[in-house]
């Protein structure tokens, strides 16, 4: 939010350097960026007014006699297309400062002599996006009062100061002039002054023109006025300079008019041409499927039924909150206008904003909360501006739908509650004072009092609140340092957290070391290494292709990781990974995915490297099954190793699901040749486990059993299988046979012949 300090001036009686004002309402709760100065580094720049203009042949240029208010006129030869006689401009005389602390100097142009320099906005330092169009490609033309001579600073009102606020959520009333200036007040215990503006309407109603309904619980009240024979024309000099001091581009009378509102009361407003409707019946709804609309900026935007529209003959000319429609738009031909003022859920407009990456100062607003209390003020106070600035006639009456309540809030409290959570000693005058300042009604004691809260201050609903309020408008740097009041607890970590502090500890007991990667990627790796594949949840705006999708696995995040390790000459590595993958069975576009907690290791290169007494180990399956089970060991946890050829980025001889209880909770095995190629990396192990399962598996606090009396006995049994037979398939045959108080089976020798 950028606030002119000379229009707050005009609502607040302060004199306080902008600076001083700054560092106080950051103390108080809102923070302050920083002071613009949009004069600062420019000097020397006065009112001209050109006296001739003539076209130097065979170029461009135009050689002009300029006032400056000196007894001579000034030569200076200007380039700008818009250039005639009779204009007052903008002239940076010689030694003057433009943006970038460009030095202006007498000079020759083609053999004419230039005593100076015709200006346009962009060589004062102003942005393209806030000039407007009709000067975006030349001189800017100042009003027909500018004296020659006189500096240029007050006529464009460079010499304002802009305070730029950064705006937290809670605090969207100070979206609005009013807004601040009820923060100022308070903050300096001052009055606010208001302009009231007299609206005169003809006999004429409204209400036989425009209909209104609403078809969606999104809209919770919606409001227009008919204001005809309007007069589309640039706006006055002191509207066009507030909007660009605001960061607004100025486009006409009724548009800044509009914006205007916008800026004083918070109000988000929208401005129809009456002629180009088809109907007369305005319906905000939901919008259907499959719906095109072209907004204010040329864009065909498709809709979809989360979006709100507002409708006339049940064609869509709005993106309800958001932006209007090229359909309707005020043009230069525009004559009868309707207004609108609305209250939209903010929500909604959230996700249309969100959805097509459309900001505007309006979905800003709505998003955060407007005030409801000023929803019929702001439209009566923008038809008035037109009667003043368009020459306009408003209709009789408001046309509105819907209703919001516009009563003051009620909270109430008590002198213990707000003294106990500051730690101070304030008495029943201290809080008196300070709603005073606020503009708020009080009522009751000590014991217990009611605040009356407008409904400018929507933040504002729960005995926190007030406590709030009264500590930033009493001084946080007036409350004693005190520690809180509170008793003792055990603190205790979660089964969850216990057992992710348990499996840090037992990979890294096992040479494994933890990395963290990216839990956003490709669409192709989200859905890689995973035995049952889920719907894709996809970022809508994503900032690379790289990281669009959120992951499924975390296997293909840690061979990112070995190939950037491998490619810089470090290829024995064992890694792990603790974090979340995302399944997601719903819609991707309407719910949130199921976040599922998971550990996962991999392994390549060599187990032992080669010396002079010992070969080389190379990392193998029976090796990275060793460690998974060295890990479920200590856990006391039991699992059952099934072989599997279905996944598709796993080695088909050498991968293995790992199940509980007849539920896949994991895999384990080597990495497919081919899937390696294409990481480049050498052969590779990797395991991935359910973190969730685990933590349902574990057992319960110990219970003592007597130790058995019989001594312990061990068999060697010699079986003749088929190589068709898997070990696991021998360990399941044997515990299903029942045999009591059996402790452990091992495979200790294998012969083929």
Same mark, same amino acid.
């Given at each position: ?128 996006? %806030? ?31 802009? %305070? ?184 909604? %407009? ?9 900001? +505007?100062?309006?979905? +800003? ?46 909270? +109430? ?52 609140? #007030? ?35 348990? %499996? ?12 963290? +990667? ?170 991935? #486990? ?64």
């Amino acid at each position: 939010m950028l606030v002119s300090y000379k229009w707050l001036k005009e609502l607040v009686d302060i004199d306080v350097p902008s600076h001083e004002l700054a560092e106080k309402m950051s103390t108080t709760g809102i923070e302050v960026e920083g002071v613009d100065v949009p004069a600062e580094g420019l000097s020397k720049l006065v009112v001209g007014h050109v006296l001739s203009c003539e076209d130097v042949p065979e170029t461009h240029l135009h050689l002009c006699q300029v006032d400056t208010g000196e007894e001579e006129s000034r030569q200076i030869v200007c380039g700008a297309p818009n250039i005639t006689a009779g204009i007052k401009v903008i002239v940076a005389l010689p030694g003057a400062r433009i943006a970038d602390n460009y030095k202006i100097k007498k000079g020759k142009i083609r053999g004419m002599e230039s005593l100076g320099m015709i200006c346009s906005l962009q060589e004062l330092g102003l942005p393209d996006s %806030i000039i407007p169009k009709e000067y975006s490609d030349g001189i800017q033309i100042l009003p027909e009062d500018a004296v020659p001579g006189e500096s240029i600073f007050p006529y464009l009102d460079l010499d304002d100061e802009i %305070i730029e606020l950064s705006i937290t959520p809670n605090r969207a009333d100070a979206l609005s002039m009013r807004g601040v200036a009820h923060e100022v007040a308070a903050i300096y215990d001052k009055s606010v002054h208001f302009e009231d503006k007299v609206l005169t309407e003809s006999d004429k109603k409204a209400a036989d023109l425009i209909k209104v309904a609403i078809a969606s619980d999104n809209v919770l009240t919606y409001k227009v006025r008919v204001v005809e024979n309007v007069t589309i024309k640039p706006s006055p000099q002191w509207l066009q300079n507030l909007l660009m001091n605001a960061g607004i581009r100025p486009i006409n009378n009724v548009v800044d008019v509009t914006n205007y509102v916008l800026l004083y009361f918070g109000q988000p407003m929208h401005a129809f041409d009456l002629d180009k409707f088809e109907g007369k019946d305005i319906l905000a709804r939901q919008a259907k499927a499959g719906e095109k609309l072209v907004t204010l900026d040329g864009e065909a935007r498709d809709l979809i039924e989360e979006d709100l529209v507002i409708t006339v003959a049940d064609k869509p000319v709005a993106l309800a909150g958001v932006m209007g429609g090229a359909a309707t738009e005020i043009d230069a031909s525009s004559k009868n206008v309707v207004l609108e003022a609305a209250v939209f859920d903010g929500k909604s %407009i959230r996700k249309t904003s969100s959805r097509l990456n459309l900001r +505007s100062e309006s979905s +800003s607003r709505f998003e955060k909360g407007v005030n409801y209390a000023d929803v019929v003020k702001a439209l009566d106070f923008a038809a008035a501006m037109l009667t003043e600035l368009a020459d306009g006639t408003v209709l009789a009456g408001q046309v509105s739908a819907g209703a919001v309540p516009t009563d003051d809030i009620q909270v +109430s409290t008590s002198l213990d509650y707000v003294n106990v959570r500051l730690g101070t000693d304030l008495v029943f005058s201290d809080i008196e004072s300070v709603f005073a300042r606020l503009g708020f009604g009080l009522s009751g004691n000590d014991q217990k009092f009611t605040v009356s809260v407008p409904r400018r201050r929507w933040d504002i609903s729960i005995q926190a609140d #007030l406590v709030e309020e009264i500590a930033r408008i009493y001084g946080y740097d007036k409350l004693p340092t005190t520690l809180p009041e509170a008793a003792g607890t055990v603190g205790e970590l979660t089964k969850s957290q216990k057992l992710r502090r348990k %499996i840090r500890s037992l990979a890294e007991g096992s040479g494994l070391s933890e990395i963290i +990667s990216y839990a956003l990627t490709t669409p192709e790796k989200a859905v890689a290494f995973t035995p049952n594949p889920s719907k894709v949840t996809e970022l809508m705006w994503p900032m690379t292709v790289e990281r669009s999708a959120l992951r499924q696995n975390i296997v293909s995040g840690m061979l990112d990781t070995i190939a950037y390790n491998v490619a810089r000459k470090s290829n024995n590595l064992a890694l792990y990974e603790i974090g979340k993958v995302f399944e997601q069975t719903a819609d991707p576009k309407k719910d949130l995915p199921k976040e599922i907690d998971t550990f996962a290791f991999a392994l390549t290169g060599l187990v032992t490297e080669k010396d002079f007494q010992t070969a080389a180990t190379p990392v193998d399956f029976f090796y990275a099954k060793g460690v998974l089970e060295a890990i479920l060991a200590k856990l006391e946890i039991s699992v059952q190793f099934v072989a599997t050829k279905e996944m598709a980025n796993m080695h088909p001889g050498r991968t293995a699901l790992i199940e509980r209880d007849g539920q896949v909770i994991g895999y384990l095995g080597q990495v497919h040749p081919q899937t390696a190629k294409l990481y480049d990396i050498p052969e590779t192990y990797v395991a991935e #486990l359910n973190l969730n399962a685990l933590e349902a598996a574990l057992k319960s606090d110990l219970v003592f059993e007597d130790i058995t009396k019989f001594p312990a006995v061990s068999r060697d049994i010699a079986l003749l299988l088929s190589e068709k037979v898997s070990h696991q398939d021998i360990l399941d045959a044997i515990a299903a046979s029942g045999v009591k108080r059996l402790t452990k089976v091992k495979l200790f020798d294998v012969y083929a012949g």
